[in-house]
């Protein structure tokens, strides 16, 4: 399969190197330097016993994935239309894009960008920590799930049938908003508590003051979820099992700040907030989340 990986950072180069060993794989950086560094060094993946180097083709010109059967969308959320917009008149018709983002709003913002394109959301529980430009430590076996789209070739199930003999376990669903909603509510339970108090996952869900927090704004997010038609069971459960499932992570949302990054909350936060307000559901915990992430964002 032709793939184009869309961002080069952490999960990019992690998709991009697995499926490297098996298909004809393109990345697209936003920065002609890392192209070149890619081009000429390769993907460093730095694991305890030492590094190695993958080889694939890198580009910071969106002209560089023409002809693209599927792309993986691998920026941060607050980055899909930039990415996708110069792409329009570029990928074929028949190109299947799919994400592994965080975040409820890839559809929509994809669809905006590439309007005649095949849309497929994902989310992945894959871990990845960037380690300078080119080089990532891969952290912890994830398994990720792509919408369902067989309408044309490649179908969603052929990409994550790709992922999966490539060693990044992948299926497709019919429904993703469940996938994407469960997601959602932890990071909206461990991101903004863990980013403010500069604490790890595993203490966010254990810490005599922050584990109320979190445990409520998981709550805050399952009735939003509930009012949008979908169950979630036990958020609180789902929080503490990656939490322990990850408990030494700083979350990514600490990561930005500490690096001065902007961070996505907007995707987080924000993203249930505006949902939350169009259904006239109180979730005064995730507003006042936001609006303090926001602010130590200026900061
Ligand atoms: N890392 C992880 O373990 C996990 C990450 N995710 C999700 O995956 C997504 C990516 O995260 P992660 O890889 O960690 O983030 P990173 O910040 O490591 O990587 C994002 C990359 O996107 C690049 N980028 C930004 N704008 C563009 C553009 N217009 N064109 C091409 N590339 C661009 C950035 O380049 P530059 O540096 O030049 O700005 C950066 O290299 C996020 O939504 C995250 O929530 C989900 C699960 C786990
Ligand atoms: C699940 C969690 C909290 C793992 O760190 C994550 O997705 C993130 O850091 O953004």
Redesign the pocket.
Same mark, same amino acid.
């Given at each position: 399969m032709k793939i184009g990986i %869309?961002?080069?950072? #952490?999960?990019?180069l992690t998709f991009a190197a697995a499926l490297a060993r098996a298909h004809d794989v393109v990345v697209?950086?936003?920065?002609p330097e890392?192209a070149a560094l890619l081009a000429r060094d390769g993907i460093a993946l730095v694991r305890d016993d030492g590094v190695e180097i993958v080889r694939c083709f890198a580009a910071s010109d969106p002209a560089a994935l023409g002809g693209r059967d599927a792309l993986i969308v691998? %920026?941060?959320?607050y #980055?899909t239309s930039?990415?996708l917009a110069p792409l329009a008149g570029i990928l074929p018709p028949h190109a299947l894009v799919a994400s592994?983002?965080?975040?409820i709003d890839f559809a929509a913002d994809a669809r905006a960008a590439l309007p005649h394109a095949r849309i497929a959301a994902g989310s992945?529980?894959?871990?990845?920590i960037?380690m300078g430009p080119g080089r990532v430590r891969p952290?912890g076996a994830g398994t990720t799930v792509f919408a369902r789209d067989d309408a044309a070739a490649p179908s969603s199930d052929a990409l994550a049938g790709a992922c999966t003999a490539c060693g990044l376990p992948a299926t497709a669903v019919d429904d993703i908003r469940p996938v994407l909603w469960r997601k959602l509510a932890i990071n909206a339970a461990l991101n903004p508590l863990g980013a403010l108090a500069r604490r790890s996952n595993g203490e966010v869900a254990s810490d005599p003051d922050l584990a109320p927090l979190a445990r409520r704004a998981a709550e805050e997010a399952a009735a939003v979820a509930a009012a949008e038609g979908i169950v979630l069971d036990d958020p609180w459960a789902a929080v503490e099992a990656a939490a322990r499932a990850t408990a030494a992570n700083r979350n990514?949302m600490l990561q930005d700040l500490d690096a001065g990054r902007p961070t996505?909350i907007d995707a987080i936060a924000g993203a249930l907030v505006r949902c939350a307000h169009a259904r006239a559901i109180p979730v005064p915990l995730t507003e006042t989340l936001l609006h303090l992430v926001r602010a130590r964002e200026r900061a």
């Open positions: %869309v961002g080069g950072g #952490a999960i990019g697209l950086v936003r920065r890392l691998a %920026v941060k959320a #980055a930039a990415a592994v983002q965080n975040g992945t529980t894959q871990g990845a960037g952290a990514s996505e």
